[in-house]
């Protein structure tokens, strides 16, 4: 069992920046790839980023050159630097661990959620224009 704590979530105006955490408990447990989800009121969840154990990142389209993805593996922790928000950027992020080992493969990462088994619990991102 793998247990994930967000924390960084909090209001900004358009343009303004967040650093979103995420740290994982320690186990044995094999964790593949990491991944940024988000979920806006009244919206399914969708994926913003993703990385695997070797550093190889993914991003949706609507992210790219904004936000940056990167790992801490001696502190366990998953990072999401969100630089230019925007009001559409406004939802509940979710960290997300996966043990599939085809959640990556050379070039690209899985930023699907139907590849991640493990969830926080969220942390929210206001964007007021």
């Known amino acids: 069992q793998v247990q994930l704590v967000e924390s960084g979530g909090g209001s900004v105006q358009a343009g303004g920046s967040l650093r979103l955490s995420c740290t994982a408990s320690r186990n044995s447990f094999r964790i593949n790839c990491m991944g940024w989800f988000r979920q806006a009121p009244g919206k399914e969840r969708e994926g913003v980023a993703a990385?695997?154990?070797?550093?190889?990142?993914s991003y949706v389209d609507s992210v790219k050159g904004r936000f940056t993805i990167s790992q801490d593996h001696a502190k366990n922790t998953l990072y999401l630097q969100m630089d230019s928000l925007k009001p559409e950027d406004t939802a509940m992020y979710f960290c997300a661990a996966s043990n599939d080992p085809w959640c990556a493969n050379v070039g690209w990462v899985r930023v699907d959620k139907a590849a991640y088994n493990y969830w926080g619990q969220g942390t929210q991102v206001s964007v007021s224009s």
């Open positions: 990385i695997d154990t070797e550093g190889t990142t």
